[in-house]
């Protein structure tokens, strides 16, 4: 096979792929509306019963569960309040890919303490 045919062939694949991937959620989307509005009539059952946590014998358990996202409002707010009172276990470690990459194109080098990685990946895309 040529890279023709088989770039052919990848753009059909991809293409099928995602033919099923839509019949899949088309088909699964039932279902997630009837779980998703049962798990509001747990959460309104359990507020009325005052628990966290419902057993059914020899079926399951359901209980209540809660996860925390943080976003950034106002970063020099944040940042004078982490830089007054050393409270940097707030932030993560991380940089802006963009501004590093700029920096080394003006610098001629990597700021100090980063590392670049560049990964090479193929992409195909349908003409």
């Known amino acids: ?10 753009v059909e694949l991809r293409y099928q792929k995602s ?32 628990v966290d946590s419902v057993s059914a014998r020899g079926l399951g358990t359901i209980y209540r569960s809660t996860r925390a996202t943080a976003t950034v409002a106002d970063f020099k707010a944040l940042q004078a309040h982490v830089i007054e009172h050393d409270a940097w276990e707030l932030l993560q470690a991380r940089v802006s890919v963009p501004a590093v990459e700029a920096y080394l194109e003006d610098v001629g080098e990597q700021p100090p303490g980063v ?13």
Do not use: C, G
């Open 115 to 127: 590392t670049i990685t560049r990964i090479m990946k193929i992409n195909v895309r349908k003409e």
């Open 1 to 10: 096979m040529t890279l023709k045919d088989l770039i052919q062939k990848y």
């Open 19 to 50: 033919v099923v991937v839509d019949r899949h959620k088309e088909e699964i989307s039932p279902f997630n509306d009837v779980l998703a509005r049962l798990e509001s009539v747990f959460m309104v059952e359990m507020d009325k019963a005052e």
